[in-house]
Antibody
Framework: QVQLQQSGAELAKPGSSVKISCKAS????????ISWIKQTTGQGLEYIGY????????NYNEKFKGKATLTVDKSSSTAFMQLSSLTPDDSAVYYC????????????WGPGTMVTVSS | DVVLTQTPSILSATIGQSVSISCRSS???????????LYWFLQRPGQSPQRLIY???NLGSGVPNRFSGSGSGTDFTLKISGVEAEDLGVYYC?????????FGGGTKLELK
């Protein structure tokens, strides 16, 4: 069955970076894209971007350009998101989701990774 | 950015009751390719969002047929025909017609 396994919670200091992983199983990894979504109590759900797992091509929400960097390792069926220059506003739960190309349908979601930015 | 406004923000229902949630967009979601990229998700307490409906009215695999989606242009509706206990949580609409893709603010379905 399709599973997206995300890395564990992160506690980071302001100005630092974190790298979250999303390991996929149960399907052909390169047949679907991986998208990333931020959830906070105040801002709700926000689309960060997606990565074409076959080509490595990316699409970012302008708001997250320079903040998030999406990469992929096809050999391990894992997608990554690095968040840089962290501020308290980056504290959130981050989800990866499998995206069906051209339909842009998030049909499976990971369990989420909580990132807390605090000094 | 496209703003998706969901109403109501809180919906109280009894088991077996039929309910509807509205999602209104600040721009038409009809794409030039003829598709309308409007989706619905349910987030149960303590869980990640899960698929319900894609492209306005298509039921996700394994989603019970008491859920249905309708609408066009800027006005969309999710209907639950006979609420069950497992349907409680927060419902979100999302659009992927206009960049950046955006989500509605959510509708919490709770037991009356």
């Amino acid at each position: 069955q399709v599973q997206l396994q995300q890395s564990g919670a992160e506690l980071a200091k302001p100005g630092s970076s974190v790298k979250i992983s999303c390991k996929a199983s149960g399907y052909t990894f390169t047949s679907y894209y991986i998208s990333w979504i931020k959830q906070t109590t105040g801002q709700g759900l926000e689309y960060i971007g997606y990565i074409n797992t076959g080509s490595g091509g990316t699409n970012y929400n302008e708001k997250f350009k320079g903040k998030a960097t999406l990469t992929v390792d096809k050999s391990s069926s894992t997608a990554f998101m690095q968040l840089s220059s962290l501020t308290p506003d980056d504290s959130a739960v981050y989800y990866c989701a499998r995206a069906v190309p051209y339909y842009w349908y998030f049909d499976f979601w990971g369990p989420g990774t909580m990132v807390t930015v605090s000094s | 950015d496209v703003v998706l406004t969901q109403t109501p923000s809180i919906l109280s229902a009894t088991i077996g009751q039929s309910v509807s949630i509205s999602c209104r967009s600040s721009q038409s979601l009809l794409d030039s390719d003829g598709n309308t990229y409007l989706y619905w998700f349910l987030q149960r307490p303590g869980q990640s969002p899960q698929r319900l409906i894609y492209l306005v009215s298509n039921l996700g695999s394994g989603v019970p047929n008491r859920f249905s989606g309708s609408g066009s242009g800027t006005d969309f509706t999710l209907k639950i025909s006979g609420v069950e206990a497992e349907d409680l949580g927060v419902y979100y609409c999302m659009q992927a017609t206009h960049a950046p893709w955006t989500f509605g603010g959510g509708t919490k379905l709770e037991l009356k």
